[in-house]
């Protein structure tokens, strides 16, 4: 696809729209409580401002669902961001209208403004084009930075990529495309796939599609239940998504056709409640105890993931082993980190829970790329085009 870069437009004391995701946790104080996406912006705002640019930054925060909620302010982020940059950034108490046409109006050259909560106006989930046209009109370039809604046909995203001329991608957005294509365009072989969580209604149109393309797939954390009882084995007490088993059976098939290996957990961790004292106990799948749950893999699953890992070219993983937030629980998903991070091969990491636990597990650093996605990491996954990056095409 051809997407030009922030680095190929000519910015200098141009207006420069930057579409952020700065849809970052906040504290009970109001305060940024983990500013990692914010950073990841860092270096495209940077740039901007290093070339004399105007910089607007827009974002949502939460879901407000086009009410104006004090609560999911973008001030307390703006604070934070001038922290970061160690340099001053305004705010403006809104995204359209009056107030901010002359909060732009006002900014100097290198200088950064920071609009209030884009869905604050309903328009902006809704890509209603006036509201669209309304952000174009503090613009003389679109720039989008924020992978993580690059899957949302939105306003901010789609919609205003249609009135002004000059748009690209910013640089964290170039960096994820590149690294996603270099794991599902032409990957180094073979290419491992290794799914946790909870769901797999979650996941199932990504574990459909890469049946085809992986060269085996891994399934642990809960919805490695659903797959077990579709092969009728008993899983006691453990959630199961019922509805699924029939899509799950299917998937095995394809994956058996196919001649993939689709590898489900041989042991788990299992405990009658899921809390941080209790007793557990490791115990074969299909000897789970009446009343208790998987929340766990085994250690003997554990070294079986990890021979796979170990000897591939790309690794792909989304969803934890198991309920890694919990002493108890933690040891599967801790294992696997280490082997995704001990591996020679070109590893991408993608989902909230999985980027928290390769954090925690303090391996972080060795993973080759860390997704900041996680629908838009999905989508891509599953072969889909992302609207808010289609809309970036020449």
């Given amino acids: 696809m051809a997407v030009k870069s922030i680095k190929d437009v000519v910015i200098k004391g141009k207006r420069v729209f930057i579409r952020v995701d700065f849809n970052v946790p906040l504290d009970q104080a109001g305060a940024v409580r983990d500013d990692t996406r914010i950073r990841r912006s860092l270096p495209t705002i940077r740039y901007a401002v290093k070339e004399s640019a105007r910089v607007i930054l827009a974002s949502h925060l939460g879901r407000p669902k086009g009410e104006r909620k004090p609560e999911m302010s973008l001030r307390p982020v703006a604070a934070r961001l001038g922290e970061l940059l160690s340099c001053a950034v305004a705010f403006v108490d809104d995204c359209v209208g009056p107030a901010a046409r002359e909060a732009v109006a006002a900014l100097p050259e290198g200088g950064v403004l920071a609009l209030e909560n884009l869905r604050f106006h309903e328009g902006e989930t809704k890509n209603d084009s006036g509201f669209a046209r309304e952000l174009a009109a503090l613009a003389d370039v679109y720039v989008n930075d924020a992978f993580g809604t690059a899957h949302r046909a939105h306003a901010s995203t789609v919609g205003i990529t249609e009135f002004v001329k000059e748009k690209a991608a910013g640089l964290l957005l170039k960096e994820e495309l590149e690294n996603l294509a270099k794991a599902f365009g032409n990957p180094k072989r073979p290419v491992v796939a290794l799914f946790g969580g909870a769901k797999v209604s979650d996941k199932l149109r990504v574990l459909q599609h890469l049946v085809r393309e992986m060269d085996s797939i891994l399934i642990g954390g809960g919805m490695a239940n659903t797959f077990l009882k579709a092969q009728g084995i008993d899983v006691g007490a453990s959630k199961v998504e019922e509805e699924m088993l029939q899509i799950a059976r299917d998937i095995l098939d394809e994956a058996a056709k196919a001649g993939k290996p689709l ?3 041989s042991d788990v961790v299992t405990a009658e409640k899921m809390e941080p004292g209790v ?10 105890p009446d009343g208790e749950m998987a929340l766990d893999i085994g250690i003997r699953t554990v070294d079986r993931f990890s021979e ?3 000897r ?5 993983w989304n969803g934890p082993m198991g309920v890694f937030e919990m002493e108890p629980f933690k040891m599967g998903t801790l294992m696997i980190s280490r082997a995704v991070a001990g591996s ?3 590893s991408v990491v993608g989902g909230g829970d999985t980027i928290r636990a390769v954090e925690q597990f303090g391996v972080a650093d060795r993973i080759s790329y860390i997704s900041t996605g996680g629908g838009a990491f999905m989508e891509f996954m599953e072969g889909k085009t992302l609207p808010g990056v289609a809309a970036l095409e020449e």
């Fill in 308 to 310: 796979e890992i170990g």
């Fill in 263 to 265: 590898v489900l957990p």
């Fill in 344 to 346: 020679p091969g070109f």
């Fill in 312 to 316: 591939a070219g790309t690794i792909v």
């Fill in 279 to 288: 007793r557990r106990q490791a115990v074969e799948v299909g000897a789970i």
